[in-house]
């Protein structure tokens, strides 16, 4: 449902990375950070930074925090980028858009992240102990689940994000993971169009989750990529979503059950190009069952973020706030956002 005083509110705190002039890596834009503390409790983000030609990697780079508020950041290199070679395809590359979740009953950070390989964007899984060396367990793989009548392995799927928790299942105590697939791919073969599961007909892409038990990943965790129990949480409802909407940062534990920042997008999308002149990415929340978090309790009728100043509005990709990250910082809790596809900003996470 949908409720007209969502209990938080998100104001702008600032801009805490830009591209730095004259850095190769960062010649189209520094974005859409993960985020994460490295063994000595030092706060970092996980930015995507993104070459000429729209090549992408991972970097790190520690926060300066003054008075309690995110300002700035140190670069500390880059700890991703696209190596292997289903993150290649014919003129492009990259590993896009990370997401990092603590979990810690593994005590492991989980990298979801792009890659940018032969058949377009697919999703994919790394591992960390210390936000500094990453391990990639590969592709992510949903298993074939016969009352779908579909297989989510043929389609592109973006904005993937782990719950930093074990969460009831349907088989049982669960990894679970957020996903968005897409499942237009006319872009891919023309004329084809959009397969959609069964049971699903509205073609937007929206949030869907899908589970591991907690059992086989403690077993082996290259099982974290075997996902099964595909599920749809939640479509566009509203007029600021109308396109799409896909989940944010990983979802924080609230009293009212695991609130999830996500964003929405309305506008054209040109299916000829990747860094889109005429859409609008506005940020939104919502708060899910910790019952059953497949399951929608609350969420907002109007956006709690929306592109307003130079930054947002002006850039590679104008008119967005993407939010990927959230972090507690001395008792206040901070999402990080892109900000036009360029920089990285910083909002305030308050309770209204």
């Not at 290649?88 to 990092?100: K, L, M, Y």
Request: charged fraction near 20%; aromatic fraction near 8%.
């Amino acid at each position: 449902m949908t409720v007209a005083t969502f209990p938080f509110s998100l104001t702008r705190a600032g801009v805490v990375m830009s591209p730095l002039p004259g850095e190769a890596n960062e010649a189209e834009g520094v974005l859409n950070p993960a985020s994460g503390r490295t063994p000595d409790g030092r706060l970092h983000l996980l930015p995507r930074l993104v070459a000429a030609g729209n090549v992408s990697r991972v970097g790190l780079a520690e926060v300066v925090v003054a008075d309690g508020v995110p300002v700035g950041v140190e670069r500390r290199g880059v700890v991703l980028e696209p190596d292997a070679g289903w993150e290649r395809g014919t003129g492009h590359a990259g590993v896009e858009d990370p997401r990092v979740t603590w979990v810690e009953s593994l005590e492991l950070h989980l990298m979801t992240y792009v890659a940018y390989g032969p058949l377009g964007p697919k999703p994919a899984q790394a591992v960390s102990s210390d936000l500094v060396t990453w391990r990639r367990l590969g592709p992510l793989h949903f298993a074939y689940q016969p009352e779908l009548d579909t297989d989510l392995n043929l389609f592109p799927n973006k904005d993937c994000v782990w719950f930093p928790e074990p969460v009831p299942g349907p088989s049982g105590p669960s990894y679970a993971l957020l996903h968005r697939p897409m499942w237009d791919i006319g872009w891919l073969i023309p004329g084809q169009g959009s397969f959609l599961p069964a049971g699903v007909d509205d073609d937007r892409p929206g949030i869907w989750i899908s589970y591991v038990p907690v059992a086989e990943v403690r077993d082996d965790i290259r099982n974290l990529v075997r996902l099964r129990d595909h599920r749809l949480v939640a479509l566009s409802e509203h007029a600021w979503e109308a396109l799409k909407i896909g989940a944010g940062p990983p979802p924080v534990r609230v009293d009212e059950g695991w609130l999830l920042i996500h964003h929405g997008v309305t506008g054209e999308m040109d299916p000829a190009t990747d860094q889109q002149q005429s859409v609008h990415y506005e940020a939104g929340a919502m708060l899910l069952d910790p019952d059953d978090p497949s399951r929608v309790l609350a969420r907002t009728g109007r956006p709690l973020l929306s592109p307003s100043v130079p930054e947002e509005l002006t850039g590679t990709v104008p008119n967005v706030v993407f939010p990927t990250a959230i972090e507690e910082i001395e008792g206040v809790m901070y999402v990080f956002y892109g900000m036009a596809d360029t920089s990285i900003g910083v909002a305030r996470l308050d309770r209204a």
